[in-house]
């Protein structure tokens, strides 16, 4: 069974920067899509960006032009790079790698003053 630790959540101001990170157990980030998603209080999990195994990248509109989410698959890790962040991107965020239907166990992003 594979792992996926997400880390690098915490409480930023906005118009802060935050880089989350999701390290996997296994050398699978290489042959599989994976993607955020995150989870605000009261709403539903939504999709945030995807990136695949040929590093083809896309993106939910609330997120393009802020954030980059990006692979580095000999440190079996994905990144999450979020700038320019607001109240309204808080939420927990979680990896998930897809076709394997892998989840992490999600990291806390609190954007306030």
């Known amino acids: 069974q594979v792992q996926l630790v997400e880390s690098g959540g915490g409480l930023v101001q906005p118009g802060g920067s935050l880089r989350l990170s999701c390290a996997a157990s296994g050398s699978i980030f290489s042959m599989y899509t994976v993607g955020w998603y995150r989870q605000a209080p009261g709403k539903q999990r939504e999709w945030v960006a995807t990136?695949?195994?040929?590093?083809?990248?896309n993106y939910a509109d609330s997120a393009k032009g802020r954030f980059t989410i990006s692979r580095d698959n000999a440190k079996n890790t994905v990144y999450l790079e979020m700038n320019s962040l607001k109240p309204e991107d808080t939420a927990v965020y979680y990896c998930?790698?897809?076709?394997?239907?892998?989840w992490g166990q999600g990291t806390q992003v609190t954007v306030s003053s």
């Open positions: 990136i695949t195994n040929g590093a083809s990248t």
């Open positions: 998930y790698v897809f076709t394997l239907n892998y």
